[in-house]
């Protein structure tokens, strides 16, 4: 059964850092990514990377967010630096194998003053 556990979130003040992962298990994954909503809006695509290690990002995150993964843990990160206050939602990680796309439960970020 697959299984996703996000850890990291939390709150911190802008301009601060947060780093986010991802521990799945219960398959092999290809693509492995987070998405955010936050309250009112749509889910979103945060940041991808595929189990060969290219990334991809929104707009609203380049330069400042990065993505990376340990395939040999199965592992997802998010690192999120000069946290904006639109940048607070709740985080998704997402991952995509044979079975189909799954999701974490999702992890709280706020960023306040």
């Known amino acids: 059964q697959v299984q996703l556990v996000e850890s990291g979130g939390g709150l911190v003040q802008p301009g601060g850092s947060l780093r986010l992962s991802c521990a799945a298990s219960?398959?092999?994954?290809?693509?492995m990514a987070w998405y955010r909503q936050a309250p009112g809006k749509q889910r979103e695509l945060v940041a991808g990377i595929t189990r060969g290690g290219s990334t991809n990002y929104a707009d609203s995150v380049k330069g400042r967010f990065s993505i990376s993964r340990d395939n040999a843990k199965n592992t997802v990160y998010l690192q999120m630096s000069s946290l904006r206050p639109e940048d607070t939602a709740v985080y998704y990680c997402?991952?995509?194998?044979?079975?189909?796309?799954?999701w974490g439960q999702g992890i709280q970020v706020t960023v306040s003053s």
């Open positions: 997402n991952a995509q194998s044979l079975p189909g796309p799954s």
């Open positions: 219960g398959s092999i994954f290809n693509t």
